[in-house]
């Protein structure tokens, strides 16, 4: 974590501090256009998956909030003076909501269309998201890896809602 705030640079910090903070619209846009495009073309088994997809990263969301209460971890730069955060996050910080809730949506997309350019795309905003929890120093790895595992692991479990 110290490598990463010694080699951060402002446009990759505008970069990650976007991720971060936009990760909600991707959390709930994806499964919100699905069951609109779902609706206007009378597809049902698109708004079948939106379902399997909101549900999914409800209960990611749902399952680390009660992991947060339960574990309480303080965030990195609370116990290392030396980790200076680009902004100062509130609440714990173990497992990161981030990781878990696009992990969750990741997963459950993939599932839902398994195409390698649903699958990639995916995917890649996910890490970038939970990535940018490290970067801006406000999650420890393990962190991000405990909410990657429970927001895939969600969406895995949830599978049968797709069917």
């Known amino acids: 974590m110290l490598n990463l705030q010694q080699s951060r640079t402002p446009p990759q910090t505008d970069v990650m501090l976007f991720l971060s903070r936009t990760n909600m619209y991707g959390d709930i846009g994806v ?3 699905l ?3 779902g609706i206007i073309s009378n597809d049902s088994q698109m708004r079948q998956n939106s379902l399997y997809i909101a549900s999914s990263t409800a209960v990611s969301y749902g399952l680390m909030v ?4 339960l574990v309480k971890r303080r965030r990195p730069f609370v116990q290392n003076i030396n980790i200076v955060p680009v902004y ?3 609440s714990t910080s173990f497992p990161s909501g981030h990781a878990a809730t696009s992990f969750s949506t990741a997963m459950a997309l993939s599932n839902a269309y398994p195409k ?6 995916s995917f890649l905003w996910a ?4 990535y940018s929890r490290m970067y801006l120093g406000v999650h420890y790895p393990t962190d ?3 909410g990657a595992i429970l927001g895939t692991g969600t969406a ?3 599978q049968p809602l797709k069917r």
């Open 88 to 90: 100062r996050a509130g």
């Open 66 to 69: 009660l992991i947060k209460h």
């Open 116 to 121: 390698w350019y649903v699958i990639a795309p």
């Open 144 to 146: 991000v890896t405990a």
């Open 35 to 37: 069951l609109v495009g």
């Open 156 to 158: 895995l479990l949830l």
């Open 31 to 33: 499964p919100a256009a």
């Open 127 to 130: 890490g970038s998201v939970s």
